[in-house]
């Protein structure tokens, strides 16, 4: 197999892949852990990073109300009970 044809295989390999990442992710049924850890993966070998991405800048304030929104825990509710030696 010539090194153009494998090359153009790939492509057409990762491009699939990527049109099936974001197909996944609109259905909020298959949108698991697992499906966000592809994503990452399939971002981080095409070096995409947040710094170089847009947001949608009303996303970002809505997740920053809704994370104002939650209270802050305690230790006993992050660590568990304390426990006596």
């Known amino acids: ?44 070998r095409h070096k995409f990073t947040i710094a170089k991405l847009q947001p949608d800048a009303s996303l970002l304030g809505d997740l920053a109300a809704a994370l104002n929104e939650v209270p802050e825990l305690t230790d006993e509710e992050l660590y568990g009970p304390a426990t006596q030696h």
């Open 1 to 44: 197999m010539s090194q153009s044809i494998l090359e153009q295989l790939l492509e057409a390999i990762d491009t699939e892949t990527g049109k099936n990442l974001l197909r996944d992710l609109k259905n909020p049924e298959l949108r698991t852990p697992q499906l966000y850890n592809a994503i990452g993966k399939y971002l981080d």
